[in-house]
Each structure stands twice: as structure tokens, then as C-alpha cells.
């Protein structure tokens, strides 16, 4: 379970830093969807998103070191990292932002409710990886698969906003406004000549 739970939390801390780093422009993003939470004073955007992308490298630096000191560190720093972005979500959605999730890169899904759950959750697994005891010798098979199972759980984390729009129904375009049909005189009737000769 450590294991599975170590392969998940690094998967998405690397997928999360590298999708801020990859750029100048990804950084400069990241801190203004900080801004726009408005849960920080605009001036302390830059240092937090500094703080942030810091704390997430060292998260999965201090996992992938063979240790049970770093291991248990780096659960810790993910574990109190992933429970600061739950709480500062929330913050943001009951104060009416509609911000979309930065937390992999770009994104044009909007943060909500499942994302505070999400990160809770991992901030849970986290946790108990972390005060678990360490086990002695491990299978291979046992550490094939609880590897793989870690890998593939923190692929679909970081890659469930995406899905989640390719599944999500296509706004019908607006309607373009159709003029008015033309208006016709009508017709005059028509008199026979004889009759009009009889009038006459």
C-alpha cells in the first residue's frame, strides 16, 4: 500500500510542477490564477506560487530517494501541500471565483467541488503512507503491481479533467437572427375589360 500510494503521490506532484515549469508563460499563468482566487493580496501572489512550485518538487524528489526519512518527509510535505490547496479552493468557490484548474498546467476546466475532494483525499492517502510502518523485504510481483496500480492512479488524477471534457456535451452554437420576410403589396384585382366597358 506504501508503495502504490508513493508511485500515486509522485506521479502527480511530477506531472503538476513540470505542467507550471515548462514555461515562462506557465509560470506567469500559474501566478495569476492565484491572483484571481482571491484569496491572496495580489502581491503575495509571486512568492506563493514561488512556495508552491517549490514544495511540489520537493515532494516527489524526496519520494523517488530510496529512505525512510525522505519518504516520510516527503509524505508529510504532500500531505500538508495537497490540504492548503483543499482549503484554499474552497475558500475561492464560496467567494463566488471562477477560476480555471492550474493544478496540472493549462487547463480550461474551472476548480469545484471535486477538486477539493480530490486533493483531500490524496491528502489522506498521504498521510497514512506516511505513519505506516515500514514492512521488511518486498515481492517483486507484490512491487510490480503496487507500482503500476500507483502509476496508473496518478495518471488518471492528473489527466481527469481532460477526459472529463472530452465527454462533456458541445454548446449548440447560437442561432443566427433571420431577417424579416419581405412584405409584398397585394395584389389589385383584376376587372374584366367587357365589365369595365358596362360601367363605363
Same mark, same amino acid.
Given at each position: 500500500? $506504501? ?5 500515486? @503521490? $509522485? ?13 515562462? +508563460? ?21 512568492? =506563493?506560487?514561488?512556495? @508552491?512550485? @517549490? ?28 490540504? $492548503?490547496?483543499? =482549503? ?38 498521504? =498521510?497514512?503512507?506516511? $505513519?505506516? /510502518? ?26 481527469? +479533467? +481532460? ?6 456535451? @458541445? /454548446? =449548440? ?28
Amino acid at each position: 500500500m $506504501v508503495l502504490a500510494v508513493q508511485s500515486l @503521490v $509522485v506521479v502527480v506532484f511530477l506531472v503538476s510542477s513540470a505542467g507550471k515549469l515548462k514555461s515562462r +508563460d506557465a509560470v506567469r499563468e500559474f501566478t495569476a490564477s492565484l491572483r484571481r482566487l482571491r484569496i491572496l493580496p495580489a502581491s503575495a501572489a509571486g512568492p =506563493a506560487a514561488f512556495s @508552491v512550485l @517549490v514544495a511540489e518538487v520537493a515532494v516527489w524528489a524526496l519520494l523517488v530517494i530510496p529512505a525512510s526519512v525522505t519518504r516520510t518527509a516527503g509524505f508529510g510535505v504532500a500531505a500538508g501541500l495537497l490540504t $492548503v490547496f483543499a =482549503a484554499g479552493i474552497a475558500l475561492s468557490l464560496r467567494r463566488g471565483a471562477q477560476v480555471p484548474c492550474r493544478c496540472f498546467g493549462a487547463s480550461t476546466t474551472p476548480l469545484g467541488p471535486w477538486h477539493v475532494v480530490r486533493n483531500l483525499l490524496l491528502a489522506g492517502a498521504a =498521510a497514512l503512507a506516511a $505513519v505506516l /510502518p515500514s514492512q521488511g523485504p518486498v515481492r517483486p510481483g507484490g512491487l510490480v503491481v503496487a507500482v503500476c496500480a500507483g502509476l496508473l492512479l496518478g495518471a488518471l488524477v492528473a489527466l481527469f +479533467d +481532460d477526459l472529463v471534457a472530452l465527454f462533456r456535451p @458541445v /454548446p =449548440a452554437p447560437p442561432r443566427p437572427l433571420s431577417a424579416p420576410p419581405p412584405r409584398h403589396p397585394a395584389p389589385r384585382p383584376h376587372r374584366p375589360q367587357g365589365e369595365a366597358r358596362w360601367h363605363s
